[in-house]
């Protein structure tokens, strides 16, 4: 793609002729994402934590990658020539940096607003990022991929049927490959701190983004995968440090945590 002139906006809502199906759609949860699609790139809009969540989530994936493939990421594209797939990208907070880093990547979201936006910004950056409004179902039933990175990152959470979701995203996991599922834990910490503090107190999100009920501990997403041929470790948590104001790679995984799974063959 080549860069734009600035007669697309992605700040306004663009639509895709696509449409996303599949049993994992919630969807009113995508009806809540889609209403806010043209807000994903505003650093002060109600996306605003996940921009200061987002370097904490790309340094994990970033240094988990390069110790897999053996990349040095100090150099230019260290991950040139392998494949990612982003699930639920949103606006493509992961999915820009990721290219940039060198993967090809595709990204999917069930909301055709969201794809919309993505590639609007995609088109302004000049980055060709093979966007589509699409569900992990469909990827699989049309044999795409598989890819050497695949992303799942905070949205198992929002799905109709999580361990269906989890196992067709490690389905498609090129041998070799990895996949990095991120997501919230069920405690009375996340409780307290991701779901009634951070949408009623602190309104890092809207009230409704989460269902605490709906949120999955290390070992129910170990137990999902258990009949997959991949290696699942983890939990891999993340903090924030209010006094620093950011995010960072910690041993607590009582709210925020990710989980790696690896397929050798």
């Known amino acids: ?23 994992s759609i919630d969807p009113a949860d995508v009806a809540r994402f889609s209403a806010q699609a043209a807000e994903w790139w505003d650093a002060r809009g109600p996306f605003a934590p996940l921009h200061r969540f987002n370097p904490a989530r790309l340094a994990f994936v970033r240094d988990r990658a390069a110790e897999r493939f053996g990349r040095d990421t100090k150099g230019r594209a260290p991950f040139a020539g392998l494949t990612l797939l982003d699930i639920g990208c949103g606006g493509g907070l992961i999915a820009e940096p990721m290219t940039r880093l060198g993967f090809a990547v595709t990204a999917i979201d069930a909301s055709a607003e969201n794809i919309g936006t993505a590639r609007a910004h995609a088109v302004q950056q000049g980055l060709d990022i093979a966007y589509r409004a699409a569900t992990v179902e469909q990827l699989e039933a049309e044999g795409a991929g598989p890819f050497d990175v695949v992303l799942t990152m905070e949205v198992i959470e929002h799905v109709a049927d999580p361990e269906a979701f989890v196992r067709a995203c490690s389905r498609l996991i090129a041998p ?19 779901k009634l503090a951070a949408e009623y107190v602190l309104r890092w999100v ?15 997403i170990r137990l999902m995968l258990s009949e997959e041929p991949v290696a699942v470790s983890g939990p891999y948590g993340l903090a924030y440090d209010p006094l620093a104001d950011r995010w960072s790679e910690s041993s607590d995984a009582g709210v925020n945590y990710m989980m790696i799974a690896t397929r050798d063959s």
């Open 1 to 23: 793609m080549v860069a734009s002139n600035g007669t697309v906006s992605a700040r306004e809502p663009q639509e895709s002729p696509e449409r996303a199906e599949g049993s």
């Open 206 to 220: 809207p009230a409704g983004t989460h269902d605490w009920r709906q949120f999955l501990k290390p070992d129910e």
């Open 176 to 194: 070799g490959g990895m996949m990095v599922v991120a997501t919230l834990n069920r405690t009375l910490k996340s409780l307290a701190l991701g």
